[in-house]
């Protein structure tokens, strides 16, 4: 399976400022993911990355918010903006395709204070 | 819509025993079904899909369409199992994963 790597592994930052988390693959992958996993919590898809276009956003995130690049099939940028306590998070990069299933990086810890 | 339930959060057994962790999915198409797995301090990683039909670590899960379940078993439970363990559905032909709240499974030497 492919490997990803993810950057920065964690991460303390001030409210109000922003992050941008790289997600780099060593190979093409057709899909890549970005998701939240706040403290105690399952996944939360935030969006799918759409190489060449815009991201396709889930319920409840919106692009201003978590703006995300694909200017490749192989690396991913997320960027968690104006962030508040609340953004406080693991964030991770998850990529697919040819027929092989979702595998995830290693995450991001977040902590805003 | 589709939806994940796995009913227990918790979930302690003591080493030796068997294991059953149950998935139960919500939807109307055609489910590719997993498990992930995931081990303190490391990554998510994949355990089983139901159309490998293999058993990994001695796990198997059985895609039972007619009760909507895709429960995780082990016949004999060993303390390297003790784990966050997720079940996540997918659609046929999509990528995409809806994945449940997730049991956490804790081996009792």
């Known amino acids: 399976s492919a490997v990803i790597s993810q950057k920065p592994s964690r991460d303390i930052c001030q409210r109000g400022t922003s992050l941008t988390i790289q997600c780099q693959v060593d190979s093409q992958v057709t899909m890549m993911f970005w998701y939240r996993q706040q403290p105690g919590q399952s996944l939360t898809l935030i969006a799918t990355?759409?190489?060449?276009?815009?991201?396709?956003?889930e319920s409840g995130f919106v692009i201003d918010k978590f703006p995300i690049s694909r200017p490749n099939l192989t690396f991913s940028t997320l960027t968690v903006s104006n962030m508040s306590p609340e953004d406080s998070s693991i964030y991770l990069c998850?990529?697919?395709?040819?027929?092989?299933?979702?595998?995830f990086g290693d995450g991001t810890r977040l902590s805003i204070l | 819509a589709q939806r994940v339930t796995q009913p227990e959060k918790l979930l302690s057994v003591f080493k030796g025993a068997p294991v059953e962790l149950k998935c139960n999915y919500s939807?109307?198409?055609?489910?590719?079904l997993f498990w992930y797995v995931q081990y303190s301090r490391q990554r998510l990683q994949l355990l089983l899909r139901h159309i490998s039909r293999e058993s990994i670590k001695g796990f198997t899960a059985d895609l039972n369409k007619g009760e909507t379940s895709f429960h995780l078993k082990k016949p004999f439970a060993q303390e390297e199992d003790s784990a966050m363990y997720y079940c996540?559905?997918?659609?046929?032909?999509?990528?995409?994963?809806?994945f449940g709240k997730g049991t956490k499974l804790s081996v009792i030497p």
């Open positions: 990355a759409n190489q060449g276009s815009e991201a396709t956003y």
């Open positions: 939807y109307s198409g055609s489910p590719e």
């Open positions: 996540a559905l997918g659609g046929a032909g999509s990528y995409q994963l809806t």
């Open positions: 998850s990529v697919a395709g040819y027929d092989q299933p979702q595998h």
